[in-house]
């Protein structure tokens, strides 16, 4: 059984870090790209930033591209989201997801098939 599991959230003042982590366990092999997506209240999903499970290819939206960093540790089954100079519009629920399709496109929600059950990141101004 897969299994997404997303911890590090917490509250932070704008302009602090915070580092999410998403374990994963269960088929990990048949895993393509692993994605952080974002739902803020009152909004849609929104893509974060994607990394191949294996390889070097990595996506980030224009929004967060040169402040948050992932990173994946396929020995220990994890990805990392590292969060710096976080903003108030930064607060929101965010997800880990597992996408078992090969290329397509990292933003693009319906490409991703497992879901973790988020994480709450909140940025007070």
């Known amino acids: 059984q897969v299994q997404l599991v997303e911890s590090g959230g917490g509250l932070v003042q704008a302009g602090g870090s915070l580092r999410l982590s998403c374990a994963v366990s269960?088929?990990?092999?048949?895993?393509?790209?692993m994605g952080w997506f974002r739902q803020a209240p009152g909004k849609e999903r929104e893509f974060v930033a994607a990394?191949?499970?294996?390889?070097?290819?990595?996506y980030y939206a224009d929004s967060v591209n040169g402040r948050f960093t992932i990173s994946r540790d396929n020995a220990k089954n994890t990805v990392l989201l590292q969060m710096n100079i976080l903003k108030p519009e930064d607060t929101a629920v965010y997800y880990c997801a597992a996408s078992r399709r090969l290329g397509g496109s990292p933003p693009s929600i319906v490409e991703y098939d497992d879901w973790g059950q988020g994480t709450q990141v909140t940025v007070s101004s």
């Open positions: 990394i191949r499970w294996r390889g070097d290819s990595i």
């Open positions: 269960g088929r990990t092999f048949s895993y393509y790209r």
